[in-house]
């Protein structure tokens, strides 16, 4: 069976620090992979998408990237954090029938 | 893009009713999902209905593409059921759009 994970769960980090968050998924080949954002209390915003290796699309022009160095595995970065980054990062990859399944999150506090 | 609806945003029931959520979408989608968001933040994929009815359990979903939108229906509910309930459509080039969530609070 698949399986996504990420890590860290939570991260507090200051303001102009640098960030790497990862996710890798497990069980599948050549997955879509996702990375979103939720602020608290909200929905889900859309950051970064992936069909492939060194594919991505972004969504919202920020101070964020993402790379995709391997088939299973999609990075978050930054190279100097926001206070506005602060946030629940969501990833996700896309299975059967186009549904979407997700990781278990990594909340992050810049303060 | 596309703009999504959830109603209502909040939702307080007593265990044991039954509750309706709809999800309003502003294009045609080819891809609509239903997730439930529990208090950890774990966003679980309920449906996968972008037309049509289906069901599971005490949960099932109608879509009517043609008037853009689609109900949740929880049944029976459960202190379970509480957290975030989110509607996400997806029209073309792999990109979901989200709602703002129904917010149910299931007291015992």
């Known amino acids: 069976s698949q399986t996504i994970h990420q890590w860290p769960a939570t991260l507090v980090q200051p303001v102009g620090s640098p960030l790497s968050l990862e996710c890798t998924v497990e069980g599948t080949s050549n997955p879509n992979l996702y990375w979103y954002r939720q602020a608290a209390g909200r929905g889900l915003q859309l950051l970064f998408y992936s069909v492939g290796i060194g594919q991505i699309s972004s969504e919202v022009p920020q101070n964020l990237s993402a790379s995709r160095p391997q088939d299973r595995q999609f990075i978050l970065s930054s190279k100097k954090l926001l206070l506005s980054d602060s946030g629940f990062y969501l990833c996700a990859w896309q299975g059967l029938q186009e549904t979407q399944y997700f990781g278990p999150g990594t909340r992050l506090l810049v303060l | ?108």
Do not use: M
Request: glycine content about 8%.
């Open chain 2, 1 to 108: 893009g596309i703009q999504v609806e959830q109603s209502p945003p909040d939702l307080i029931l007593q265990e044991g009713a039954n509750s309706t959520l709809r999800c309003n979408f502003s294009d045609s989608v080819n891809n609509l999902q239903w997730f439930h968001q529990n208090p950890w933040g774990q966003l679980i994929n309920l449906f996968y209905i972008p037309s049509g009815t289906k069901q599971n359990g005490r949960l099932s979903a109608t879509t009517v593409a043609t008037e853009r939108y689609s109900l949740l229906y929880i049944s029976s509910s459960q202190t379970t059921d509480s957290g975030v309930y989110f509607c996400a459509v997806e029209k073309n080039f792999n990109k979901f759009y989200f709602g703002s969530g129904t917010k149910l609070n299931v007291k015992p």
